[in-house]
């Protein structure tokens, strides 16, 4: 096979392109050169380039293929447009198998050949997030602008333009000079291969992959850190932001100041990581005064460029020190009144009018949950507080702490600690994963913060429509499930929205939550056949299902519980496959007799069970039913389906020795009695029809 090589020299890209353009480069040249059956060796991306390492075929080789046509028995016009498509006469065509065909020789083609079609095609059509046209008179666009192409097939230029159409695309070409160096520093270079080019790039200290290159970061930094007995804590985002800056990555330390030390240390590492992209430092499991950078390449007196950097931190930290002094000469609860200049959402009024509403609700909830009067009034007091702190000039220079510097200033206003904690957290769980809140004031008001979002947001038809969800509300049900079920509770889902409700349901909520608890049990490898079988279940109890009746009685921990324990059933509980086959063949039964107009009325006659089968079928129906229903009433699901399993083997008897459609009239409607009461305890477990027949 033969060596492709292909590098994009263009102004600095931005970190967070970098790995996606080499990515992306990469499969595209293997959809657009399938032919040559590509293989991707090596991905190149750093701040400056982007490029990719293929061995592909030097050639498509010479070949035939037939072009299906018209039958024989065709018009003659069909086939004569056929032939006409292809340059030939209907007598040049083939005959086979009934149908006429094109015979097309297909000449060789050399691979330089399709890569001089292919890469000019593509570098038009890259798929970049964003890019960007400079200049004047091109339509052209790149991610920055695009300054070399450098393309070789095994050391052979590949010689292209990017003109077409009458659009000169800034004059650019493909050509074998690369450059080497920092920026600043580059000087030009002929390509002879791909290794020299690498070889060229490292004798100058550049390292032109992402991977190698963070791994080189992350080792230096380890490596000072420990020199002075200290731990880095490394940030994969920064880690991979910092990668992508670098080009000649050499890491340093750094000295904080002591006064420094005593700001909250999400204060400290905000201002170091958001801001200046430094990486903070431990000592025995406690921040430690020291901070450790990497600069885009060596200098010759490294202490001069520690002081320059602690120099630029300093200034940082003395902003943080001054807002966390100035905010603090304001108690929290004096801000809810500020918050009246702060538009919560166009037409949901102010935060003040959501701090308020939250306080009600975050009340309502506790006391819906069984908590005392003493943990309702500081749940309240929780949710006044809650937003508060986006009016103080913390928030306002890093907007990323909202909540955590609430809690802070909560705590010095010697608010009780569950209410501390409850703002710090109010924004917990962040995703799927991580810390949820559980004290009773933090899952208080981190709901009613969520479900008051909901249910106003929805009920001026702010709603998420297909892959768009500009105000993050898939994240903020997520975040509903999650605190319910992680802390096992047991309120149910359609009488907790029923309390932030003016009486009436907004339009497409209760769909879009069961769509999201559907997408959900899917994130946690639940069937989709088991899911439709849970969130089927009518558990309709409460006065509320007048407002939400799709999700009156869902109790979201017990979904997620129920779900898991019936995707186990199959292998953990004895004939319970049986049971399914059953039910489905009674079920299959019932529908045919009701499309023939059969009726569920009356009651089992004991009198019309005339064989012993049906009569222990009975038998064991009536007694497991109150069991069943009990079981189910405690919440003891795993116990409830190991009972009903065990009605499998009355079930197939009945099936295999007892015939349903009897000739009698009344003893038919009595076995159809029985079964249709099987199928209803059945779906009083699960909706047992969506769930799916395996093999």
Same mark, same amino acid.
């Not at 600095?12 to 595209?28: C, D, N, V, W, Y």
């Not at 460029?305 to 020190?321: K, W, Y």
């Not at 186990?568 to 049986?578: F, L, R, T, V």
């Not at 069970?609 to 079981?631: G, N, Q, Y």
């Given at each position: 096979m033969a060596e492709f090589f292909l590098e994009l020299i263009s102004e600095q890209i931005p970190s967070r392109f970098q790995q996606f353009g080499a990515e992306t480069l990469a499969k595209e040249l293997e959809k657009r050169l399938s032919a040559l059956h590509p293989k991707v060796k090596t991905l190149i991306s750093d701040p400056r380039r982007i490029g990719c390492i293929l061995d592909i075929n030097s050639e498509i080789s010479a070949k035939t293929t037939l072009i299906k046509g018209p039958k024989l028995t065709a018009p003659e016009k069909a086939i004569a447009g056929f032939a006409r498509k292809y340059g030939v006469s209907p007598k040049a065509l083939k005959q086979e198998n009934g149908a006429f065909f094109f015979e097309e020789n297909l000449p060789a083609r050399s691979a330089q050949e399709i890569l001089k079609e292919e890469i000019p095609s593509l570098l038009w059509n890259f798929p970049w997030p964003k890019a960007m046209r400079w200049g004047a008179g091109s339509r052209f666009a790149w991610v920055r602008p695009l300054h070399k192409i450098v393309c070789l097939l095994e050391n052979q230029l590949i010689s292209f333009s990017l003109e077409r159409d009458g659009d000169h695309a800034h004059s650019l070409k493909s050509g074998d000079v690369s450059e080497d160096g920092p920026f600043g520093y580059q000087e030009a270079f002929k390509v002879t291969s791909a290794q020299t080019w690498e070889n060229r790039l490292r004798s100058k200290g550049l390292i032109p992959f992402h991977k190698e290159r963070l791994e080189k970061i992350k080792t230096s930094l380890e490596e000072i850190s420990q020199a002075k007995n200290l731990t880095v804590i490394l940030n994969d985002r920064l880690l991979n932001e910092v990668t992508g800056l670098c080009e000649i990555p050499t890491a340093y330390l750094g000295q904080i100041e002591a006064? !420094?030390?005593?700001?909250? !240390?999400? /204060? &400290?590492?905000?201002?170091?990581?958001? %801001?200046?992209?430094?990486?903070?430092?431990?000592?025995?499991?406690?921040?430690?005064? #020291?901070?450790?950078?990497?600069?885009? %390449?060596?200098?010759?007196?490294?202490?001069?460029? $520690? +002081?320059?950097?602690?120099?630029?931190?300093?200034?940082?930290?003395?902003?943080?020190?001054? #807002?966390?002094?100035?905010?603090?000469?304001?108690?929290?609860?004096?801000?809810?009144?500020?918050?009246?200049?702060?538009?919560?959402?166009?037409?949901?009024?102010?935060?003040?009018?959501?701090?308020?509403?939250?306080?009600?609700? $975050?009340?309502?909830?506790?006391?819906?949950?069984?908590?005392?009067?003493?943990?309702?009034?500081?749940?309240?007091?929780?949710?006044?507080?809650?937003?508060?702190?986006?009016?103080?000039?913390?928030?306002?220079?890093?907007?990323?702490?909202?909540?955590?510097?609430?809690?802070?200033?909560?705590?010095?206003?010697?608010?009780?600690?569950?209410?501390?904690?409850?703002?710090?957290?109010?924004?917990?769980?962040?995703?799927?994963?991580?810390? /949820?809140?559980?004290?009773?004031?933090?899952?208080?008001?981190?709901?009613?913060?969520?479900?008051?979002?909901?249910?106003?947001?929805?009920?001026?038809?702010?709603?998420?429509?297909?892959?768009?969800?500009?105000?993050?509300?898939?994240? /903020?049900?997520?975040?509903?499930?999650?605190?319910?079920? !992680?802390? +096992?509770?047991?309120?149910?889902?359609?009488?907790?929205?029923?309390?932030?409700?003016?009486?009436?349901?907004?339009?497409?909520?209760?769909?879009?939550?069961i769509d999201r608890l559907r997408v959900q049990l899917r994130q946690e490898n639940i069937e989709a056949g088991i899911a439709e079988a849970i969130l089927n279940l009518d558990n309709t109890t409460s006065e509320n299902a007048k407002i939400f009746k799709k999700l009156d009685g869902k109790i979201i921990s017990e979904i997620f519980k129920r779900a898991s324990l019936l995707q186990a059933a199959e292998e953990n509980i004895s004939g319970w496959p049986d049971l399914l086959n059953a039910y489905r063949r009674a079920s299959s039964i019932l529908q045919a007799e009701i499309k023939k107009g059969w009726k569920q009325q009356g009651r089992i006659e004991s009198n019309l069970l005339t064989s012993k089968e049906e009569t222990a079928f009975f038998k064991e129906l009536k007694e497991a039913r109150p069991v069943i229903l009990e079981k189910l009433q405690e919440r003891? #699901?795993?116990?409830?389906?190991?009972?009903?399993?065990?009605?499998?083997?009355?079930?197939?008897?009945? #099936?295999?020795?007892? =015939?349903?459609?009897?000739?009698?009239?009344?003893? &038919?409607?009595?076995?159809?009695? =029985?079964?249709?009461?099987?199928?209803?305890?059945?779906?009083?477990?699960a909706d047992f029809s969506k769930i799916e027949k395996k093999g």
């Amino acid at each position: 096979m033969a060596e492709f090589f292909l590098e994009l020299i263009s102004e600095q890209i931005p970190s967070r392109f970098q790995q996606f353009g080499a990515e992306t480069l990469a499969k595209e040249l293997e959809k657009r050169l399938s032919a040559l059956h590509p293989k991707v060796k090596t991905l190149i991306s750093d701040p400056r380039r982007i490029g990719c390492i293929l061995d592909i075929n030097s050639e498509i080789s010479a070949k035939t293929t037939l072009i299906k046509g018209p039958k024989l028995t065709a018009p003659e016009k069909a086939i004569a447009g056929f032939a006409r498509k292809y340059g030939v006469s209907p007598k040049a065509l083939k005959q086979e198998n009934g149908a006429f065909f094109f015979e097309e020789n297909l000449p060789a083609r050399s691979a330089q050949e399709i890569l001089k079609e292919e890469i000019p095609s593509l570098l038009w059509n890259f798929p970049w997030p964003k890019a960007m046209r400079w200049g004047a008179g091109s339509r052209f666009a790149w991610v920055r602008p695009l300054h070399k192409i450098v393309c070789l097939l095994e050391n052979q230029l590949i010689s292209f333009s990017l003109e077409r159409d009458g659009d000169h695309a800034h004059s650019l070409k493909s050509g074998d000079v690369s450059e080497d160096g920092p920026f600043g520093y580059q000087e030009a270079f002929k390509v002879t291969s791909a290794q020299t080019w690498e070889n060229r790039l490292r004798s100058k200290g550049l390292i032109p992959f992402h991977k190698e290159r963070l791994e080189k970061i992350k080792t230096s930094l380890e490596e000072i850190s420990q020199a002075k007995n200290l731990t880095v804590i490394l940030n994969d985002r920064l880690l991979n932001e910092v990668t992508g800056l670098c080009e000649i990555p050499t890491a340093y330390l750094g000295q904080i100041e002591a006064s !420094h030390m005593a700001l909250p !240390h999400e /204060v &400290r590492d905000d201002l170091m990581e958001e %801001h200046q992209r430094y990486f903070p430092l431990s000592q025995n499991g406690k921040e430690a005064p #020291f901070f450790a950078f990497v600069a885009n %390449h060596p200098f010759d007196d490294n202490e001069l460029v $520690s +002081h320059g950097n602690e120099r630029v931190l300093r200034a940082r930290l003395e902003d943080g020190r001054h #807002f966390w002094t100035q905010d603090q000469k304001k108690p929290l609860e004096s801000r809810v009144d500020d918050l009246e200049k702060m538009t919560f959402q166009e037409g949901l009024g102010s935060q003040k009018n959501r701090a308020l509403r939250l306080e009600k609700l $975050s009340e309502k909830i506790a006391k819906t949950l069984g908590y005392d009067a003493n943990l309702q009034k500081m749940a309240g007091r929780a949710g006044l507080l809650l937003k508060a702190d986006l009016v103080t000039e913390m928030v306002g220079e890093l907007p990323s702490l909202q909540g955590i510097i609430g809690g802070y200033y909560a705590e010095h206003d010697k608010e009780t600690p569950k209410i501390v904690e409850a703002i710090k957290q109010q924004y917990l769980p962040r995703g799927n994963s991580g810390e /949820v809140p559980e004290n009773p004031v933090s899952i208080s008001a981190a709901l009613a913060d969520r479900i008051d979002t909901l249910v106003k947001f929805f009920s001026i038809g702010l709603t998420p429509t297909g892959s768009g969800d500009p105000f993050g509300l898939r994240r /903020v049900a997520l975040g509903i499930f999650r605190i319910l079920q !992680h802390n +096992h509770i047991k309120a149910d889902l359609g009488e907790l929205l029923a309390l932030a409700s003016d009486g009436t349901l907004p339009e497409n909520l209760e769909d879009f939550l069961i769509d999201r608890l559907r997408v959900q049990l899917r994130q946690e490898n639940i069937e989709a056949g088991i899911a439709e079988a849970i969130l089927n279940l009518d558990n309709t109890t409460s006065e509320n299902a007048k407002i939400f009746k799709k999700l009156d009685g869902k109790i979201i921990s017990e979904i997620f519980k129920r779900a898991s324990l019936l995707q186990a059933a199959e292998e953990n509980i004895s004939g319970w496959p049986d049971l399914l086959n059953a039910y489905r063949r009674a079920s299959s039964i019932l529908q045919a007799e009701i499309k023939k107009g059969w009726k569920q009325q009356g009651r089992i006659e004991s009198n019309l069970l005339t064989s012993k089968e049906e009569t222990a079928f009975f038998k064991e129906l009536k007694e497991a039913r109150p069991v069943i229903l009990e079981k189910l009433q405690e919440r003891d #699901f795993q116990k409830a389906i190991e009972i009903f399993a065990q009605l499998y083997r009355a079930v197939d008897a009945f #099936f295999e020795n007892v =015939l349903v459609n009897d000739p009698d009239e009344h003893i &038919r409607h009595n076995r159809l009695m =029985l079964i249709s009461n099987f199928c209803n305890l059945c779906n009083r477990v699960a909706d047992f029809s969506k769930i799916e027949k395996k093999g």
